[in-house]
């Protein structure tokens, strides 16, 4: 299995991300998607979940509004498109696969490599 997370970059508060996942090596719709961010010294924690159909979708509360999370399953990729972007969302950013909807980094069963995003103020 192979989660290959891009579009992370250098981004001026106030602006715009698309971060992208692309899955291989598993049958993608069977799983929930998630992305999980870690900023320097910090945990890792939760940003937003898409269940199996995309029909539903769950955000962290700090990034409600700005983030929403999307998938293509005819691509196997899930999106993160991120607007209103603030320094404190400076972190590597991290898709995941889970078979269950969940928030918890340890029910997430794959991982990717992880994407850096750098809000600069």
């Known amino acids: 299995v192979q989660l290959q997370a891009s579009g992370g970059g250098l981004v001026q508060a106030g602006g715009s991300l698309r971060l992208s996942c692309a899955a291989s090596?598993?049958?993608?719709?069977?799983?929930?998607m998630g992305w999980f961010r870690q900023a320097p010294g910090k945990e890792r924690e939760f940003v937003a979940t898409?269940?199996?159909?995309?029909?539903?979708?769950y955000y962290a509360n700090s990034v409600k509004g700005r983030f929403t999370i999307s998938r293509d399953n005819a691509k196997n990729t899930v999106y993160l498109q991120m607007t209103s972007l603030k320094p404190e969302d400076t972190a590597v950013y991290y898709c995941?696969?889970?078979?269950?909807?969940?928030?918890?980094?340890?029910?997430?069963?794959?991982w990717g490599q992880g994407t850096l995003v750098t809000v600069s103020s």
């Open positions: 090596g598993l049958t993608f719709s069977r799983y929930v």
């Open positions: 898409i269940t199996w159909s995309g029909s539903s979708t």
């Open positions: 995941a696969a889970s078979s269950t909807v969940v928030d918890t980094a340890t029910k997430y069963d794959y």
